[in-house]
């Protein structure tokens, strides 16, 4: 069934091996304006393509919905896409990124360069 937590699992499993930055990336934490909501940024090495694997995670402990603000500037041009759905949130820009979770609620995103018009990536 789609809905198990079996199917759940095995999709978090899935997403984790697809990601090398969860289990060889760097931890670095990321000031969060939200007591209750704890983000950090996982970053593999670069792979011999040279591409980055960057993710993004966003928690929230608390109980109810919680919105927070990232300084993100430092990857301003950047698409966070969410790893469960393949959704794309709007670029990171030089604005604080505002976020809501839900209770509980986390994210997961890798941080993706957007191809420019002429085929190379930013």
Known sequence: ????????TRRMIEIRKQNPAFG?????????SNPAVLAFLREAPLSKEGGDDLV???????????????????FAGRHPVELFGGV????????????????????????????SRIGRRL
């Open 88 to 115: 794309r949130f709007p670029a990171i820009g030089e604005l604080p990124y505002l976020l809501t979770l839900g209770g509980h609620g986390f994210y997961w995103f890798r941080l993706t360069r957007v191809a």
């Open 56 to 74: 993004l995670c966003v928690n929230n402990f608390a109980r109810f919905a919680q919105p927070t603000e990232l300084d993100l500037r430092e």
């Open 24 to 32: 060889l990336g760097s931890y670095t934490e990321l000031p969060s």
């Open 1 to 8: 069934s789609p809905s198990s937590l079996l199917h759940w």
